[in-house]
C-alpha cells in the first residue's frame, strides 16, 4: 500500500474519515473547533550574586581568553562554559535565568575592554564588550535581550593591570529573564495563571509576560500575586491590558532570518523578574499557559 506524505498545516477541506470513527465527514475543516493544549514552567528565585562563579582571580600579560574555571562553570563537549540552564544540579537549573554579567578587577584596567560571548534568552549568539573596570565592578547590559543565559568565552583586548574575576551580577535593578514555553504561530491564547508554592521575599518582585521583543506582551504579574500563597491550586490570574487583551487572540514573534529577510514565527514566551531591593532568597512558583491552536479563520474573517 502506498503512503501520501502531507507537507504543512491543511487549512480547508472536508475531514474524511471512516464510517464509524474519527472525525465528522464533511466538515470543513476551518469550522471545527481545536483542542486545548498548554505548557507549564516551574521557575525559582535566580541564584544569589557570585563575584568569580565563572572566572577565579586570574590576569592576562597581553590580549587573551580568560579561563572558564570558576564554581557556576560545567564541561560540556569537553569545553568549559557557563551554562546553568543544563547544570545535572537540580538547584542550579531551577535558579538559571538569564542575568547580567559581571566583571571586577583589582586595578585600573579602564584602558581596556572585556567581550563577553555566549547566547542569549532565546539561545542565540550573544556578544558584547565593555570597558574593563577601575578597582571596582562594571556589568553587562541590563536589557532583556541582553542578558546572558550562557557564557562560552570571555576575552581581554590587552594585558590585565589587576586580578581580574567575572561572576554572575546581583544589584537591585537587574533584570532576570527564563524561558517558559513555546506558543505556536497564530495560537489564541485562552489563560495565563502563576501558582506561588513559596514566597517571593524581596521588597516586591513584579514579573512581566512576553517575548524577547516585547518584554509584557502577553501579561504582568503584580508583587501581590508572587508575595502571595493564596489559591495555590487553582493558581492566581495575571494582570492583562486590552493591548494585550488583543494580542492573545493570534500570537507571533517577528524574526529576521539568515536571508535578512524578517518572518512571523512561533512564539517563544519568557517571563522576565523585575525585584526590587536586595535578590529575593525564597521564591518559587510554576506558570501554566494554557492555548488554542490556530483558528485557521478564512479571508476576510476576523475575531
Given at each position: 500500500?502506498?503512503?501520501t506524505t502531507f507537507?504543512?498545516?491543511?487549512?480547508?477541506?472536508?475531514?474524511?474519515?471512516?464510517?464509524?470513527?474519527?472525525?465528522?465527514r464533511?466538515?470543513?475543516?476551518?469550522?471545527?473547533n481545536?483542542?486545548k493544549?498548554?505548557?507549564?514552567?516551574y521557575l525559582q528565585?535566580?541564584?544569589?550574586?557570585?563575584?568569580?562563579?565563572i572566572?577565579?582571580?586570574q590576569?592576562?600579560t597581553?590580549?587573551?581568553?580568560?579561563?572558564?574555571?570558576g564554581a557556576?562553570?560545567?564541561t560540556?563537549?569537553?569545553?568549559?562554559?557557563y551554562?546553568?540552564?543544563?547544570?545535572?544540579t537540580?538547584?542550579?537549573?531551577?535558579?538559571?535565568?538569564?542575568?547580567?554579567i559581571?566583571?571586577?578587577?583589582?586595578?585600573?584596567?579602564?584602558g581596556?575592554?572585556f567581550?563577553?560571548?555566549?547566547?542569549?534568552?532565546?539561545?542565540k549568539?550573544?556578544s558584547e564588550?565593555?570597558?574593563g573596570p577601575?578597582?571596582?565592578e562594571t556589568q553587562?547590559?541590563?536589557t532583556?535581550?541582553?542578558?546572558?543565559?550562557?557564557?562560552t568565552?570571555?576575552?581581554?583586548s590587552a594585558?590585565?593591570?589587576g586580578?581580574?574575576?567575572?561572576g554572575i551580577?546581583?544589584?537591585?535593578?537587574?533584570?532576570y529573564?527564563r524561558v517558559?514555553?513555546i506558543?505556536?504561530?497564530?495560537?489564541?491564547?485562552t489563560?495565563?495563571?502563576v501558582?506561588?508554592?513559596e514566597?517571593?521575599?524581596?521588597?516586591?518582585?513584579?514579573?512581566?509576560i512576553?517575548?524577547?521583543?516585547?518584554?509584557?506582551?502577553?501579561?504582568?504579574?503584580?508583587?501581590?500575586?508572587?508575595?502571595?500563597?493564596?489559591?495555590?491550586?487553582?493558581?492566581n490570574q495575571v494582570?492583562?491590558?486590552a493591548?494585550?487583551a488583543t494580542?492573545w487572540?493570534?500570537v507571533l514573534?517577528?524574526?529576521?532570518g539568515?536571508?535578512?529577510?524578517?518572518y512571523?514565527?512561533?512564539?517563544?514566551?519568557?517571563?522576565?523578574l523585575?525585584?526590587?531591593?536586595?535578590?529575593?532568597?525564597?521564591?518559587?512558583?510554576?506558570?501554566?499557559?494554557?492555548?488554542?491552536?490556530?483558528?485557521?479563520l478564512?479571508?476576510?474573517?476576523?475575531?
Amino acid at each position: 500500500m502506498g503512503t501520501t506524505t502531507f507537507s504543512g498545516p491543511v487549512k480547508t477541506g472536508p475531514v474524511i474519515s471512516g464510517a464509524t470513527s474519527g472525525g465528522y465527514r464533511g466538515k470543513d475543516l476551518k469550522d471545527t473547533n481545536w483542542v486545548k493544549s498548554s505548557f507549564v514552567h516551574y521557575l525559582q528565585e535566580p541564584t544569589a550574586l557570585d563575584v568569580n562563579g565563572i572566572c577565579v582571580s586570574q590576569t592576562t600579560t597581553a590580549a587573551a581568553n580568560l579561563v572558564l574555571d570558576g564554581a557556576l562553570t560545567s564541561t560540556i563537549n569537553g569545553n568549559k562554559v557557563y551554562a546553568p540552564s543544563v547544570s545535572s544540579t537540580a538547584e542550579t537549573a531551577d535558579g538559571a535565568w538569564a542575568r547580567r554579567i559581571s566583571i571586577t578587577s583589582s586595578g585600573d584596567d579602564s584602558g581596556i575592554t572585556f567581550t563577553v560571548t555566549g547566547t542569549d534568552i532565546n539561545g542565540k549568539a550573544l556578544s558584547e564588550t565593555v570597558t574593563g573596570p577601575n578597582s571596582t565592578e562594571t556589568q553587562t547590559a541590563n536589557t532583556l535581550v541582553g542578558l546572558f543565559k550562557s557564557v562560552t568565552k570571555i576575552a581581554t583586548s590587552a594585558a590585565t593591570t589587576g586580578n581580574i574575576q567575572v561572576g554572575i551580577a546581583g544589584a537591585a535593578s537587574d533584570l532576570y529573564a527564563r524561558v517558559m514555553g513555546i506558543l505556536p504561530y497564530q495560537s489564541s491564547v485562552t489563560d495565563i495563571k502563576v501558582h506561588v508554592t513559596e514566597v517571593f521575599n524581596s521588597t516586591a518582585d513584579p514579573m512581566e509576560i512576553g517575548k524577547s521583543d516585547d518584554q509584557d506582551y502577553l501579561a504582568d504579574v503584580a508583587s501581590a500575586r508572587t508575595h502571595a500563597l493564596a489559591a495555590v491550586a487553582e493558581g492566581n490570574q495575571v494582570d492583562v491590558d486590552a493591548t494585550q487583551a488583543t494580542a492573545w487572540m493570534s500570537v507571533l514573534q517577528e524574526d529576521t532570518g539568515s536571508d535578512s529577510v524578517a518572518y512571523d514565527s512561533d512564539v517563544q514566551v519568557t517571563v522576565l523578574l523585575i525585584p526590587t531591593g536586595t535578590l529575593a532568597t525564597t521564591g518559587k512558583a510554576w506558570f501554566e499557559v494554557e492555548f488554542m491552536q490556530a483558528k485557521n479563520l478564512a479571508s476576510g474573517d476576523t475575531w
